[in-house]
């Protein structure tokens, strides 16, 4: 018979979940235990509290949708809750109670209460653990998370396929999430030096506390994986709009300049109303090099994110807040930020040092012509040229909008590839009327004709895909 300090911290567990979410975690675990049916109903009850888990049986439970090393972490994390009466920690098995108080700290735990289950699947020896440690866990959960979207077909349109490779991706993810480690008296370790340095477990906890997608990831990891509470309506929105829906790739053969891990990153410091969607209005590798067709593809589409690669292979840009509009005055607000994907992930937010957020002119005599993010004319924190194929990224020695550092190779750099996406809803006036700013804007057609550039996008024009089928 159970004791009953072990029966009441169970219910507490317990009744954090709803009745349906009860019955699916124990679905989850007769499944995983192999107890279902066995013995005959008579004994149904008592096996299904004393049946307990083996790791071969989770193992071959997350053997697709969870790489191996996720799994033995996992079990660690379940072996190492203490239950009372119960010899601790040399037990192979888990059992129900642990499997439970497992679900309920880390799906619904504060940090506290995840921190000891975190650590052990970080370490299986307790006390310290070193920043290598902490950054093999990170990059393992990051992969996971990868695999497992990708393997429930929860990547929303995207794919391992039409993104560039995520294993880069991962490590630069990883290393930006580590980059938040600090030690007791508020130094953060970089480098070597990180790797090598002994964290204790109420610094790990304050680090789970203030980067909320520690816990995000597990919970992806173990909805997914296990496939418990998956299907279930969620109450939080983390999750929901964790990865955005990707409209404008399907059929056209291209991989994007984003990585999935980025796409995570980036998309969660856009605004809330902004996070479910993107959108591709311009590729380079579509669309052709050519400035005006980039203006006639992002003018007038709403906010959007801007992304490059110079011909270094470094990876940056920006969002954009605001619809992009050609005129010679800076727009936009201080929602706008630079980032870099490669070869560091970064995101690089407003100072308020001024206001010079985004900036779009063509064909004028008196002011710069290009695309412009930060900075000031001609020391801009990111900028494209209206000669298109040339940009710069001056930043001596951050730019004074976003305190960004110089993102591309070199301080002038050459194009290689670019990408505009449009995130969240296209504007209901552009969605209805699918005109290009060439056709309602005769001042630009008229500017562009003087300046001897054809209409390009002349019958080049596509519909604005709208809720096309996902995969």
């Known amino acids: 018979k159970m ?11 317990l009744s954090r979940f709803l009745p349906e979410e009860q019955s699916d975690i124990d679905g989850v675990f007769d499944t995983l235990s192999g107890s279902s049916g066995s013995a005959g109903a008579k004994t149904a009850k008592a096996t299904k509290k004393m049946c307990p888990l083996l ?24 072996k190492s809750i203490d239950l009372p009466g119960k010899s601790s920690g040399l037990s192979e098995q888990v059992a129900k109670e642990q499997f439970v108080i497992f679900m309920s700290n880390l799906l619904k735990g504060n940090a506290d209460e995840k921190i000891t289950i975190i650590m052990r699947m970080i370490s299986k020896t ?31 349109g995207w794919s391992l396929e039409n993104t560039r490779d995520s294993v880069s991706g991962v490590k630069a993810l990883a290393a930006q999430l580590l980059s938040e480690l600090k030690l007791a008296d508020g130094t953060k370790p970089v480098g070597p030096q ?56 399907k059929g056209r053969g291209l991989v994007s300049l984003f990585d999935i891990p980025s796409i995570i990153y980036i998309n969660s410091h856009l605004p809330a109303e902004l996070q479910h969607k993107w959108q591709l209005l311009f590729s380079s590798r579509l ?12 003018v007038n589409k709403g906010p959007c ?48 040092y001024n206001d010079h957020f985004m900036y779009l002119n063509h064909g004028q005599q008196t002011m710069p012509n290009g695309l412009g993010m930060g900075g000031q004319h001609g020391y801009f924190g ?42 969240g809803d296209i504007p209901e006036s552009v969605a209805k009327g699918k005109k290009s700013i060439l056709d309602v804007d005769p001042e630009a057609q008229a500017l562009l004709e003087m300046a001897g550039k054809t209409r390009q996008s002349e019958g080049l024009r596509e519909p604005i895909e709208e809720d096309e089928d996902e995969e």
């Open 3 to 13: 004791g009953n300090a072990e029966s009441n911290a169970y219910q507490n567990h």
């Open 55 to 78: 790791f071969l049986s989770l193992q071959a439970h997350t053997r697709e949708p969870l790489p191996e090393q996720m799994t033995v972490r996992l079990y660690n994390g379940m």
């Open 126 to 156: 307790e006390g310290p653990v070193k920043g290598k440690q902490i950054q093999e866990f990170t990059e393992d959960l990051i992969t996971s998370v990868v695999h497992v979207l990708s393997y429930r077909k929860e990547l929303k």
């Open 194 to 249: 990180l790797l090598e340095t002994s964290f204790d477990p109420s610094v790990v906890e304050d680090w789970v506390y203030r980067v909320p997608q520690i816990s995000v990831f597990l919970s992806v990891v173990i909805r997914q994986g296990l496939h418990v509470l998956h299907s279930l309506p969620d109450q939080t929105n983390d999750i929901l709009n964790l990865v955005p829906r990707c409209k404008g790739m």
């Open 287 to 298: 669309h052709g090099e050519s400035f005006s067709q980039l203006c006639g593809h992002i």
């Open 305 to 352: 994110i801007v992304i490059l690669r110079d011909l270094d292979g470094y990876l940056f840009g920006g969002f954009a807040s605001h619809s992009w509009e050609v005129k010679p005055q800076f727009q936009g607000d201080n929602r706008c930020f630079l980032f870099s994907v490669f070869p560091s992930l970064a995101v690089y937010t407003y100072t308020g």
């Open 382 to 423: 990111l900028w494209i040229d209206s000669d298109y194929g040339k940009g710069h990224s001056k930043a001596k020695p951050r730019c004074t909008t976003y305190n960004s550092p110089q993102l591309s190779a070199k301080e002038d750099f050459t194009l290689d590839a670019m990408e505009v996406w449009a995130v």
